[in-house]
Each structure stands twice: as structure tokens, then as C-alpha cells.
Nanobody, 125 residues
Framework: VRLAESGGGSVQSGGSLTLSCAHSRFTYSAYCMAWFRRAPGKGREAVATIDDTGATNYADSVKGRFTIVKGNAGTTLALHMNGLKPEDTGTYYC????????????????????WGQGTQVTVSS
């Protein structure tokens, strides 16, 4: 399984970016996908998840600003980010695990089996 993020960059506060995660077809019968980020000097935190039914979950810090979307072909995942803030700065990673449901956001990274290399997002004030 390979995942590759793209779309990162530098924007000013209030700007928008869309991150993409291209992945090979999974052998799972059902799967969860997620976006994580790691701010400078901090650990990875879950930003958004989407389970096999299409149900989504977001960190409180990004609710109403970020949208996670699966591509129709089943080989892409996107994160649409609007109203970006300096505190959104970090390296963004996509991740996946088998199974119908996604872990609760607070459960962190341990349940996820495959990860991309990350893409950098920098938001200036």
C-alpha cells in the first residue's frame, strides 16, 4: 500500500489549500482514512477521518473550515482547507487502516497501518 500526499504550500492567514492523497487500491474490504498533522515541536494529531460509510469526524480546531472527501475512483483522498490560521502550520499526513469504522480522534496514530510521507503547509499571519 502506498500513499502520497501533495498540495501543500505557503499561504497567508485566511487563505485556502486543498491537499490530495493518492493511494494504491487497498485489499481491505472496508477501510478508514484520515488526515493527521504535526505542528513544529509537537506530535501528530488527528485532523479528520472518513470511514467506509462516508461518515466524517473532525478535530474541534478545524470544524467548519476543513472538509475531508474521498475520490469517486477510490484511489484519492482530499482535504479542503479554508480559513487557514497560523496554528494550522505543520506537516500533513494521510493514513489508512482496514475496517468499517475509524478510531476516535483522541486515540491518535497507533491504529493506522499505512502512512504517506507528508506535505508541508505553512500559514503566515
Amino acid at each position: 500500500v502506498r500513499l502520497a500526499e501533495s498540495g501543500g504550500g505557503s499561504v497567508q492567514s485566511g487563505g485556502s489549500l486543498t491537499l490530495s492523497c493518492a493511494h494504491s487500491r487497498f485489499t481491505y474490504s472496508a477501510y478508514c482514512m484520515a488526515w493527521f498533522r504535526r505542528a513544529p515541536g509537537k506530535g501528530r494529531e488527528a485532523v479528520a477521518t472518513i470511514d467506509d460509510t462516508g461518515a466524517t469526524n473532525y478535530a474541534d480546531s478545524v470544524k467548519g473550515r476543513f472538509t475531508i472527501v474521498k475520490g469517486n475512483a477510490g484511489t484519492t483522498l482530499a482535504l479542503h482547507m479554508n480559513g487557514l490560521k497560523p496554528e494550522d502550520t505543520g506537516t500533513y499526513y494521510c493514513a489508512t487502516k482496514g475496517g468499517m469504522w475509524c478510531p476516535q480522534l483522541f486515540m491518535g496514530t497507533s491504529a493506522y497501518e499505512y502512512w504517506g510521507q507528508g506535505t508541508q503547509v505553512t500559514v503566515s499571519s
